[in-house]
């Protein structure tokens, strides 16, 4: 049961650079995509683990419905900012927060 | 000889290292549509893998984990397209 | 277990590996986000569909390994073109820039055409090109 260790530490490996990107991009939807990529990993955690019904949950809450509501939210608040034609993906500039330290 | 299972759980190794190797395309995606794509290609990856870590570990229960992925990960990139086109509200 | 089935596994594992790393290193690779649409949704797929096949011929038809990893054949073979006709429209309709070695553009073709078109019919100014769309 050797690859057990390798394979749980590959993972842990993929849910850690997934955690450090979605503080590391600075863009909105982007750092919410990564929150998904922190869920689905997490998720094949569990199963190496040993808890498929934690997996399952996991996978609807955390991959889906999770970032499916901050998407909302950031969608809501844009929406009543700015006006529909300026909800766009590249890192904005018209937006007061998030633009200024981008790379 | 190999033992199967072991055959198993080096497949399901080389898969979640398929998954990690497109970690720096949701990095540094210059578009929100590039990380959408590197992310369904990493739910099916972790698919695989949890189908490969299934069969290495003799345990059925876990295969079901393998169907929610993919079917999620369908409904996610329509969500997220639905975001890209209209805005979701 | 019989060494052939191990040997048949194995092969097909490796033939799903390279399709799937291949296809990863596309998506790293490629300069633009339609090239990497289609490296994720052919190449994956393909490199899927060998691995689920090993997993039936090592386990049995009769197993219930063989039954989900069809299942997962199905629904990968159905949902995965979906998803990646979505995301490519969505990416075309949200503005997204192709490469600069891109070399024909269908769709804004076919609207200069229309928009031309309806230049000439009644002296209008072209539409907003959210309305033009062509819907294939």
């Given at each position: 049961m050797t690859e057990f260790w390798i394979i749980d530490y590959l993972v842990l490996a993929l849910i850690l650079g997934s955690a450090v990107l979605v503080i590391r991009i600075p863009n909105l939807p982007g750092a919410t995509m990564a929150l998904s990529a922190v869920g689905t990993f997490l998720s094949l955690l569990f199963v190496i683990l040993g808890a498929p019904d934690d997996a399952h949950s996991e996978v609807v809450v955390g991959a889906i419905a999770l970032p499916v509501l901050y998407l909302a939210a950031i969608a809501k608040v844009r929406a009543d900012v700015l006006d529909e034609g300026e909800l766009r993906e590249e890192g904005e500039q018209d937006d007061e927060g998030e633009a200024s330290d981008r790379r | 000889m190999i033992n199967i299972d072991q055959l198993y759980f080096a497949v399901a190794i080389a898969e979640a290292c398929v998954a990690l190797l497109l970690l720096p395309r949701i990095a540094?995606?210059?578009?929100v549509s590039d990380r959408i794509v590197a992310l369904n290609t990493a739910s099916t990856q972790a698919a695989l893998a949890v189908l490969f870590y299934a069969a290495g570990a003799d345990r059925?229960?876990?295969?079901?984990v393998a169907i929610w992925l993919v079917s999620f990960s369908y409904l996610g990139a329509i969500v997220w397209a639905r975001f890209l086109e209209r805005g979701l509200i | 277990m019989s060494t052939v089935i191990v040997v048949v596994v194995a092969v097909l594992a490796l033939v799903g590996l390279v399709f799937s790393v291949s296809g990863a290193v596309g998506i790293l690779r490629m300069p633009d986000v339609y090239c990497r649409i289609q490296c994720s949704s052919k190449t994956i797929t393909m490199g899927a569909l060998p691995a689920l096949v090993a997993l039936v011929v090592g386990e049995g038809f009769e197993s219930a390994y063989a039954a989900r990893a069809l299942i997962v054949a199905a629904l990968l073979l159905t949902v995965n073109p979906a998803a990646s006709h979505a995301l490519a429209r969505a990416a075309y309709r949200a503005g997204v820039p192709m490469w600069d070695?891109?070399?024909?553009d269908d769709v804004k073709a076919m609207k200069a055409a229309e928009a031309e078109d309806a230049d000439h019919r009644h002296g209008d100014r072209p539409e907003d090109r959210r309305e033009g769309e062509h819907d294939d």
């Open positions: - | 540094r995606g210059p578009s059925a229960i876990y295969l079901d | 070695g891109a070399v024909r």
